[in-house]
């Protein structure tokens, strides 16, 4: 059984990477859902949000997908760029913004509420900063999954805000809303379903990305080497270039000894409570701090904005270490695997369940659209 040593300079495969595959059967050689495939359904037919307003992410949730829907129109103010289809029966909207904003998450949720009144609640899908914390599942690190759960006095996440603009000023605002409870019993089963078997469905659903085409390379496994933790007062050297390239010193790297109990078979997946903020954080200290603080395992900056009525689960890949370090080079399969596990999540929602939860639409009438 492989010994899942981070720093142990790289003779080894890496542990996720997804074997190259065709195609699925529902999709043509181009790689994109066949047009006389399609369906046609009504916009109240689709009942989950999955929120994503990264580009990177958008693509990864598309390709979570059994079958694609034909669009349906939506109004001149609503700026969405929307994929519709459908995963283990449900009807979902995949909602983005062409192009980042000031309050993207907000944005997206607001437009794809008025626009598909009878969505019941979202998932909210993407990458996100680690905390380097050991957890029941392990050490968080670059590629594993964070799932936001109500835990302690916290509901699954957490809203901070920096009321000054000095380091070590942050303080909590609030708890958000709550996870629904049919999200909760899915995660739960999904869970529970994955511990008693060796054959891991999330990482079956990585494969379904095809990082042999071009513009899906980037969802590949970027290989063990390449995930270093640095010691979280140690300073990346130049902000313009890779810690390769500026040469942080190796010295200055954790050396982390993850456990037996991994054989590279399956993707982790930790459940806790998850900080969202405006700020993106890039300081290990303030980091490490603030994880201490309000016991969170991971940092993200959309949910704060979605969740202010909407109920939603956070579901996040690790792309990072919230320290100067960060750079791109885990976007994508970090991404991947968020995807990957709120596909699987599908499949533990019954119909009438998701059916049966309220949409709050009377109360977003509301709301101010843009
Ligand atoms: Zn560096």
Redesign the pocket.
Known sequence: MLKRNIDDGGDREPIHSAPKRTRLAHKNSQGSISNASKKKLKHEDYTVGWICPLEVEQTAAWEMLDEEHEPLPQRRSDHNVYTLGSIGGHNVVIAGLPKPGNNPAATVVAQMRATFEELRFGLLVGIGGGVPTMTDSGIIRLGDVVVGKPTGVHSGAVQYDHGKSEVGEFKRTSSLTQPPTVLLNAAQKLASKRSRTHHDPILENIKRINTTVWGLQKYEHPGLVHDHL?RPDYI??DPKV??DR?K?DPAQRVQRDTGDDDDGTRVVVHRGTIASGERVIKDGVLRDQLAEQFDVLCFETEAAGALDDFPCIIIRGISDYCD??KNNQWHGYAAATAAAYARELFFYMPMDEVKRCVPAQEDYQKMQLG
């Open positions: 640095y990346h050297l890779s810690c500026c942080c100067s370090h």
